[in-house]
């Protein structure tokens, strides 16, 4: 018989488990875990989920802490942190992660692993602060003082808001902030900010939109006129109107400059009319597309 | 607010790692190339789930290492390609051979064939595949795999038989098929 591969069959192998060096091991379950992390949806900020929770911020500080379970003890006491989920505890008993939301924010942490570099602050060197934002800094800072943590600046008032800072029994830095509460931001030149809704039957209009959209309607100022509830931009419905149409009305820093810009560019405009909220002025451009001009107060 | 890490991949990880590690250990042979390839492997796995296939399974990820060995093969091959004067050039006739191999030293001699050569009989005859699979695993047709395991065979002959009567494999210095500086 001549079979080249005989010898060869001889060499089958079926897969035979090798425990790596648990170093190694470690290491990319750690790099797996932070992987999964990360392919976690990035939803912006500040956008509410549909279960009300608030959405998950893109980037999470994630601290390495000595005695892991303990400063999650003291996070909750001091803080009134709260614990998300179930922590994970590896084999060596060491916590592998931990969640927590403090104030509404989220908080990941875990024990020290010095064989893949991460370790807790040193006593009195830190690289990162963590910053608070708490309803009541000198409540907050007295409360973290009080479990323990070190005051290294009392709760003073500054242009953004009062501010102190403390150290953790961990060792890590926290700012604590009550921001000066920003003033209300206003509409931008060009922004959308009122939509009118002429139509000849103002009722009837309100009762289609609300069947539809779920609006809530309440009576304007004029015969007919409803004034739309909670929507942005504003929306208005007037009746009495022969030819439907929907007339939006633009912010504008002065109403004077822009009259005149609307003239330029061959537009109409009409008269500068004092209104509740400010100034305004009914134009049509120049394909005779009606719109309001509105120089808020 | 993220829900913690999925455990089903981690858990798996636990009871798959010795598996996916042995499997790129014996045939690689260095244990260096088989934590790359093993990381490899997992975050393919990673990924593999977020994109929703749901793979996970020993099966799975033993398959993905081994399309990560062929990978890196490949890549060597490719470095090698400019250094090699030619693919063997050998004599694609093949006599009888009526060896009994010595597990350990046909390890050793595989580390010292050229990468192509290597894949091509680890995946045959390591991983025991049918050479249709061999051939799709490699990207060639199976007439140019079964080429290639022909020369790879008399390669592998001529190498094995050289050890036999050179006890100190290390100076096995053997010339006649240069591999770019590997041996």
Redesign the interface.
């Known amino acids: 018989m001549t079979d080249p591969e005989r010898p060869f069959r001889a060499l089958a192998r079926p897969v035979t488990p090798v425990e790596p060096d648990p170093a190694f091991a470690a290491a990319l379950r750690d790099r797996l875990r932070r992987a999964l992390l990360s392919q976690q949806p990035a939803v912006p900020a500040r956008t509410p989920t549909p279960g009300g929770r608030p959405a998950m911020s893109p980037l999470i500080p994630y601290l390495a802490v000595r005695d892991a379970r303990a400063a999650i003890a003291w996070y909750v006491d001091a803080f009134g942190a709260r614990e998300v989920g179930d922590h994970y505890v590896m084999d060596d008993d060491r916590i592998g992660h931990a969640e927590l939301d403090v104030a509404g924010a989220t908080l990941y942490l875990a024990d020290e692993y010095p064989e893949l570099g991460l370790t807790g602050p040193e006593e009195g060197k830190t690289s990162v602060s963590l910053h608070l934002t708490v309803s009541d800094v000198d409540a907050a800072v007295a409360r973290a003082e009080a479990v323990g943590a070190t005051v290294t600046r009392r709760p003073a008032d500054a242009p953004y808001g009062r501010t102190g800072a403390i150290v953790d029994p961990y060792g890590h830095h926290w700012l604590l902030q009550t921001p000066t509460r920003p003033p209300e931001p206003g509409p931008r030149p060009g922004d959308a900010v009122y939509l009118t809704l002429q139509v000849p039957d103002g009722a009837r209009a309100r009762d289609f939109y609300e069947a539809v959209l779920g609006w809530s309607a309440a009576p304007g100022r004029v015969p007919d006129g409803w004034q739309v509830e909670g929507t942005t931009p504003m929306i208005g419905i007037g009746g009495g109107s022969s030819e439907p149409g929907t007339v939006p009305m633009y912010a504008v820093d002065d109403i004077e400059v822009a009259v005149a810009a609307v003239r330029t560019a061959g537009g109409q405009a009409g008269d500068i009319e004092r209104q509740s909220y400010g100034l305004s002025a009914l134009c049509r451009d120049d394909q005779g597309l009606p719109f309001w001009l509105g120089q808020l107060a | 607010?993220?829900?913690?890490?999925?455990p089903g991949?981690?858990s798996l990880?636990?009871r798959a790692?010795?598996?996916v590690?042995?499997?790129l250990?014996?045939?690689c042979g260095q244990?260096a190339l088989?934590?790359d390839l093993?990381?490899e492997t997992?975050?393919a796995a990673?990924r593999a789930e977020?994109d929703g296939g749901g793979p996970t399974s020993v099966g799975w990820l033993?398959g993905t290492a081994r399309h990560k060995l062929v990978d890196h093969w490949r890549r060597r091959e490719r470095e090698q390609r400019s250094l090699r004067l030619l693919d063997g050039g050998a004599d694609d006739a093949?006599?009888?051979?009526?060896?009994?191999?010595d597990?350990l030293r046909?390890q050793q001699v595989l580390e010292r064939l050229t990468p192509a050569q290597r894949a091509a009989?680890t995946l045959?005859?390591?991983?025991?595949l049918p050479v249709p699979r061999v051939a799709a695993l490699l990207g060639r047709t199976v007439h140019a795999t079964e080429a290639l395991l022909?020369r790879s065979?008399i390669a592998?002959r001529r190498r094995y038989e050289a050890t036999d009567t050179d006890t100190d494999t290390d100076t096995d210095t053997e010339t006649t098929e240069p591999t770019g500086g590997a041996t």
């Open positions: 607010m993220g829900p913690p890490p999925d991949l981690l990880y636990d790692l010795p598996e590690y042995g499997y250990l014996a045939r244990r088989a934590e093993t990381a997992f975050l990673v977020a033993i093949e006599d009888p051979w009526d060896a009994r191999l597990a046909a009989l045959r005859y390591l991983d025991d022909v065979r592998f």
